[in-house]
């Protein structure tokens, strides 16, 4: 029960590095693509939809390589993130996926929410190459979790 708590980011998002692969859908308001960075910014109301998870944010900004969309560098969901897979929702400030080391960083206020229970934390990293979890707490603060016994 509390393992597929923790292991909801690596599952949902096991897939993530295919974002340059897969197709994913993001819609927002308005599209500023910066050629000279290499960067595309997307701001107001971005939803995006890949097959194993979408996202909310209020602005995603995604940086990618000379192989252009299928050679992404970074994507990172900014100000109140929320990803949604079939039965779990973790919530955030800030979201950064970096495909390279295969790590995904949510900060800010982390929650984690499925039908077995709760974990807040300040701070998740999960290694999706080794399919890690790690709950990360200020240094005043602790993480915490709330489940359901069977």
Not at 14 to 31: E, G, H, K, M, S
Not at 106 to 120: A, C, E, I, K, Q
């Given at each position: ?63 990618y390589g000379a192989g252009g ?82």
């Amino acid at each position: 029960m509390m393992l597929r708590l923790f292991a909801f980011l690596p599952l949902a998002l096991a897939a993530a590095p295919a974002f340059a692969q897969q197709r994913v859908n993001i819609t927002a308001d308005l599209l500023t693509l910066d050629e000279a960075t290499n960067t595309a910014v997307f701001t107001g109301n971005v939803v995006v939809v890949h097959p194993t998870v979408t996202v909310w944010a209020p602005k995603v900004e995604v940086t990618y390589g000379a192989g252009g969309t299928t050679d992404i560098k970074t994507f990172e969901a900014t100000d109140d993130v929320r990803l949604q897979t079939i039965d779990q929702t973790a919530t955030g400030r800030r979201a950064i996926f970096t495909p390279g080391d295969q790590l995904l960083h949510l900060t800010g206020n982390v929650v984690v929410v499925n039908d077995d229970g709760t974990v807040n934390a300040d701070e998740l990293v999960v290694n999706l190459e080794a399919n890690v979890s790690t709950f990360i707490s200020s240094q005043k603060g602790r993480v915490t979790g709330i489940f359901t016994s069977q």
